[in-house]
């Protein structure tokens, strides 16, 4: 029974529709929110701005973490929610038909929030039997 429902969850049969991604990304989006908020209200000085700045641009993150002026758990929570964003997409454009490569786009800095956007609003392409072929 588990191992549906995490299959369920992460639907790995390389595919993923319209409604599964937009619900799927507004979970890590959730809990992307939930970690950030929690870790500024447990360590004092951490920097709101650059880490509101790492929903667009995860790079951001990259030297704070280094220098050790930004907590681990925002840094590895924006780690996650990109992950299962890109893993989302790189499935979304393959179920529209476009080339999977396109999902990767959710990467680019800037560039990330309007290929999401497209991908959840793109239909899906209509299968027939001679794509088995």
């Known amino acids: 029974m588990t191992m549906n429902t995490v299959q369920k969850i992460l639907h ?18 959730v809990g992307k929110a939930a970690v950030d908020l929690l870790t500024l209200a447990l360590v004092p000085g951490t920097d709101a701005a650059r880490e509101a700045l790492s929903w667009l641009n995860p790079f951001a993150l990259v ?11 925002i840094c590895l929570g924006t780690f996650a929610f990109f992950a299962g964003l890109v893993w989302n997409s790189v499935h979304r454009a393959r179920d529209t038909g476009w080339s ?20 959840s609003f793109v239909p899906a392409r209509k299968r027939s039997v001679w794509d088995l072929v």
């Open 12 to 29: 790995c049969d390389g595919r993923t529709g319209p409604l599964t991604y937009q619900r799927n990304i507004a979970l890590l989006a």
């Open 100 to 119: 999977h490569w396109l999902g990767l786009l959710t990467v680019v800095p800037f560039v990330d929030v309007i290929a999401a956007v497209v991908l």
């Open 63 to 73: 030297r704070p973490w280094m220098d050790g002026t930004m907590p681990f758990s």
